[in-house]
């Protein structure tokens, strides 16, 4: 039952910024989005994750729209290594419990 | 370092066959999970621990069982009942309200 809406797929030329949209109009007030992405066969990594205000780190930034009901991951300059499979999740609030959608594959090309 | 260890990498069962797959942690985390993922999907929840000696059902538990009498360690086990198991399986854990940290999967075929 993930709450999360994808594109299944996006492309980004290498060195351009990459933004990645989600879509989570039934979040509720005390539920984290979180970012995760998986390279093929490996384990899912953490990106970044928030509650309403934008966040950035050393990977990622993390938009988030004031209703709360979408935000978007932006990966600055995007490289070769960053081709991967990207899951947004919301995280349910009566228990720390992840539900996975498809996610988006993101292609970045030369 | 501190991680989360999944093994084996590879696996391979008769058809009939029980087999358990490993999951250990050295995080201190409460909470452990494991999920299943087929070719091109996205990762379904099978069961998932709260604490030592708990564990609830996640949306597909038909045909596994698991086990947490340690809090380092949360066994699956794909039992005969389990009708296609050939699939990628990922163990994680997590404090009470952050994030996961997975292990790098164990790949389990049918053969």
């Known amino acids: 039952d993930a709450k999360t809406t994808q594109p299944p797929s996006m492309d980004c030329a290498e060195g351009r910024a990459a933004n990645l949209p989600c879509n989570h109009s039934?979040?509720?007030?005390?539920?984290?989005v979180y970012w995760y992405r998986q390279i093929h066969s490996q384990g899912p990594q953490y990106i970044i994750h928030?509650?309403?205000n934008n966040e950035t780190n050393e990977m990622a930034s993390l938009i988030i729209t004031e209703d709360r009901k979408s935000s978007t991951l932006i990966l600055p300059h995007a490289t070769l290594r960053d081709t991967a499979v990207y899951y947004c999740?919301?995280?349910?609030?009566?228990?720390?419990?992840?539900?996975f959608g498809s996610g988006t594959k993101l292609n970045v090309k030369p | 370092d501190g991680g989360i260890t999944q093994s084996p990498k590879y696996l391979f069962r008769k058809e009939g066959q029980n087999v358990t797959l490993s999951c250990e942690q050295n995080?201190?985390?409460?909470?452990m999970y494991w999920y299943r993922q087929d070719p091109g999907q996205g990762l379904r929840l099978i069961y998932y621990?709260?604490?030592?000696?708990?564990?609830q059902k996640g949306d597909i538990a038909e045909g596994y069982s698991v086990s947490r009498e340690k809090k380092e360690s949360f066994p699956l086990t794909v039992t005969s009942a389990q009708k296609n198991p050939t699939a990628f399986y990922l163990c994680?854990?997590?404090?009470?309200?952050?994030?996961?940290?997975f292990g790098s999967g164990t790949r389990l075929t049918v053969v």
């Open positions: 039934t979040i509720s007030g005390n539920e984290y």
């Open positions: 994680a854990s997590s404090s009470s309200f952050g994030g996961y940290t």
């Open positions: 999740i919301v995280r349910v609030a009566d228990f720390n419990k992840f539900y």
């Open positions: 621990s709260q604490i030592v000696n708990d564990f």
């Open positions: 995080l201190n985390h409460d909470a």
């Open positions: 928030g509650l309403k």
